[in-house]
T-cell receptor, first 115, second 114 residues
Framework: ETGVTQTPRHLVMGMTNKKSLKCEQH?????MYWYKQSAKKPLELMFV???????ENNSVPSRFSPECPNSSHLFLHLHTLQPEDSALYLC??????????????FGPGTRLTVL | AQSVTQLDSHVSVSEGTPVLLRCNYS??????LFWYVQHPNKGLQLLLKYTSAATLVKGINGFEAEFKKSETSFHLTKPSAHMSDAAEYFC????????????FGKGTKLSVIP
C-alpha cells in the first residue's frame, strides 16, 4: 500500500471530540478525493480537490472539514460527529486535466466509530 | 446523469468454475467504466477500466470485462475462480472530465466455495 496511504486505520471517538484523518498519495497525482462507505449503501463522494483547490463538496455537513495543503496530502477534520457518521472513510487520488479518466486509486481507508 | 446497476448483490461459485458479475449502466454520454475490488478491511483496488478503446478489456488477476453498448452492459468475468477472489466488486461509471463524478454500484459480494 505504497500508492495511497491513510492514517489512522481505525479511530474511535466520542461525539464531542475533535480528530483528523490523514491521506497521502505517492503517485504524482493532482486530484484527491474523500469518500464515505457505509454498510449497504453505495460509496458516497464527499469532497474533490484538484491542484489543491476544492472543486466539489457533495452537500457534506460542516462537521466534516477538508484541508488540502498540497497535491500529495489531504486531511479530513472531524468535530462533533454523530453516531451515524460511523463508516469507512476512503481517500483516493487520480491524474487530472487530460479529460480522459484514468480511474482513481484508493487508500485502505480509516474505519471510524463514533460513540 | 449516469447510473449503474449491479444485478446481483451476492454471487457464490465453486473454486475453479467461471465467474460472472453483471453490471448495467445508463449514461447520456460516452461513459468510462471501471471495476474495483475490495477485500475485507481493505481499500478499493482498480481491476480494469474501459475508456472507449477496445471493447474487451483485460484486467489484473485474470479478470476481463466486455463493453456492450447495445446492451448497456459491462459484465466482469473470469474463467476459473480462485479462493483469493472472494471479495466485494464494484462497477463504476464516469462521464465527468478527468476522473471526477464516479458513480458506484452497490457492489456484488463474491463467495468462492472450496
Amino acid at each position: 500500500e505504497t500508492g495511497v496511504t491513510q492514517t489512522p486505520r481505525h479511530l474511535v471517538m466520542g461525539m464531542t471530540n475533535k480528530k483528523s484523518l490523514k491521506c497521502e498519495q505517492h503517485l504524482g497525482h493532482n486530484a484527491m478525493y474523500w469518500y464515505k462507505q457505509s454498510a449497504k449503501k453505495p460509496l458516497e463522494l464527499m469532497f474533490v480537490y484538484n491542484f489543491k483547490e476544492q472543486t466539489e463538496n457533495n452537500s457534506v455537513p460542516s462537521r466534516f472539514s477538508p484541508e488540502c495543503p498540497n497535491s500529495s496530502h489531504l486531511f479530513l477534520h472531524l468535530h462533533t460527529l454523530q453516531p451515524e457518521d460511523s463508516a469507512l472513510y476512503l481517500c483516493a487520488s487520480s491524474q487530472d486535466g487530460s479529460g480522459v479518466p484514468f480511474g482513481q486509486y484508493f487508500g485502505p481507508g480509516t474505519r471510524l466509530t463514533v460513540l | 446523469a449516469q447510473s449503474v446497476t449491479q444485478l446481483d448483490s451476492h454471487v457464490s461459485v465453486s473454486e475453479g468454475t467461471p465467474v460472472l458479475l453483471r453490471c448495467n449502466y445508463s449514461s447520456s454520454y460516452s461513459p468510462s467504466l471501471f471495476w474495483y475490488v475490495q477485500h475485507p478491511n481493505k481499500g478499493l483496488q482498480l481491476l480494469l477500466k474501459y475508456t472507449s478503446a477496445a471493447t474487451l478489456v483485460k484486467g489484473i488477476n485474470g479478470f476481463e470485462a466486455e463493453f456492450k453498448k447495445s446492451e448497456t452492459s459491462f459484465h466482469l468475468t473470469k474463467p476459473s475462480a480462485h479462493m483469493s477472489d472472494a471479495a466485494e466488486y464494484f462497477c463504476v461509471v464516469s462521464v465527468g472530465a478527468g476522473s471526477y463524478q464516479l458513480t458506484f454500484g452497490k457492489g456484488t459480494k463474491l463467495s468462492v466455495i472450496p
